[in-house]
């Protein structure tokens, strides 16, 4: 497999700017998550979903920020507007939540990320 | 509010000794403990997970996991400068959201 692909591996914009960040999750996964990894604030989940459906989003930032899973082999994450405070790594992840919690499937992959500088 | 606490470090220790990590967490219902190395520029990746308490060994890895104490650690045996990372502790309960600590950085001296 070829793990969590993520795009664009990195995002120069300015600010006021749409940013739409793309992830495809592993293949037979059915949970994805969004993360933001700063040095200030470490790994944030933004959101996340279980069978395409979003569970948690309390960790949006603001309305400026939505997600969608329209399939289960593809999400968006998009700002609109942008704004430099926004700048940061943005993480896809996901994991399949089968069997048991020790059945070894429940195991978080990333995707190499997308670095977005918000200038 | 469910938290992961960790050393930020840096932890420096020299090649060939023990490094020893420590992460308490809030939530009593966790049942899923991991440890991921982040390489500088790079994404996390998983190198232990626990889901017993007691320790559980991997190579040169050990986890340890008190859950009375709600309290996670990892040792890393003949530490090698290759291991020189950020060390994230997480932890899930089924169904429900990975939370991750700030993250330990382990330097390892040649």
């Known amino acids: 497999d070829a793990g969590v692909i993520q795009s664009p591996r990195h995002e120069v914009t300015e600010m006021g700017q749409e940013v739409t960040l793309r992830c495809k999750p592993i293949s037979g996964h059915n949970s994805l998550f969004w993360y933001r990894q700063t040095m200030m604030r470490g790994l944030e989940l933004l959101i996340y979903f279980n069978n395409n459906v979003p569970i948690d989003d309390s960790g949006m930032p603001e309305d400026r920020f939505s997600a969608k899973m329209p399939n289960a082999s593809f999400s968006t994450l998009k700002i609109q507007p942008s704004e430099p405070r926004d700048s940061a790594v943005y993480f896809c992840a996901s994991l399949s939540q089968a069997g048991t919690v020790d059945s070894g499937a429940n195991v978080l992959t990333f995707g190499a990320g997308s670095r977005l500088t918000v200038l | 509010q469910k938290e992961v606490e960790q050393n930020s470090g840096p932890l420096s220790v020299p090649e060939g000794a023990i490094a020893s990590l420590n992460c308490t967490y809030s939530?009593?219902?966790?049942?899923?403990f991991f440890w991921y190395r982040q390489y500088s520029g790079k994404s996390p990746e998983l190198i232990m997970s626990i889901y017993s308490n007691g320790d559980k060994e991997d190579g040169r890895f050990t986890a340890q996991l008190n859950k009375a104490s709600q309290y996670v650690s990892l040792l890393i045996r003949d530490s090698q400068p290759s291991d020189s990372a950020t060390y994230l502790c997480?932890?899930?309960?089924?169904?429900?959201?990975?939370?991750f600590g700030p993250g330990t950085r382990l330097s390892v001296l040649p």
């Open positions: 997480a932890v899930n309960a089924w169904g429900q959201n990975f939370v």
């Open positions: 939530d009593r219902g966790s049942q899923s």
